[in-house]
């Protein structure tokens, strides 16, 4: 399997959507106020941060395909952008 496949890829943005899942629900910061996200994209080794509020994660991923990725991480070969976000972020779809 090569690293740019289209499962590895999946699987990597389900790894990060997880663990942004788990941010966004955390407590200790207020409701309103910008948390860290991972950058969702299918790089391996990408460490980036975006800097969302847990309603505004929720609404940019509303849709299962939908992820929120860096400027910069949208290319890889498994996604094109649909909305760019005031902080710089990127929302992109997955293609299969």
Do not use: K
């Not at 942004?20 to 391996?44: Q, Y």
């Not at 992820?67 to 976000?85: P, W």
């Amino acid at each position: 399997m090569s690293d740019n496949s289209w499962e590895r890829i999946a699987r990597q943005r389900e790894v990060r959507r997880a663990i942004n899942e788990a941010i966004r629900r955390g407590n200790g910061h207020r409701a309103d106020g910008a948390r860290p996200f991972l950058c969702e994209c299918g790089v391996l080794g990408c460490n980036e941060l975006v800097e969302l509020s847990p309603p505004e994660y929720a609404g940019l991923c509303s849709r299962p395909q939908h992820y929120v990725v860096c400027t910069g991480h949208d290319g890889d070969l498994a996604a094109r952008v649909v909305d760019r976000v005031a902080s710089g972020a990127l929302v992109v779809a997955a293609t299969p």
